[in-house]
């Protein structure tokens, strides 16, 4: 019995796609924001400032 096409997954590996994510500046910027992120107890600017972060 052949396989059905639902059965067969293509997987994409992940390792090269981080690897680009890291090494283009506007991407690795823009995932730094929460390490650079400033917090101020008397306002809420997004969810890094919350309670429950």
Do not use: R, W
């Amino acid at each position: 019995m052949p396989p059905l096409v639902d059965s067969i997954f293509n997987y994409i590996p992940i390792t090269p796609q981080v690897k680009v994510y890291i090494l283009n500046p506007c991407l690795a910027n823009l995932m730094s924001y929460c390490s650079q992120f400033t917090y101020d107890p008397n306002e809420i600017g997004n969810i890094f400032g919350g309670s429950h972060y």
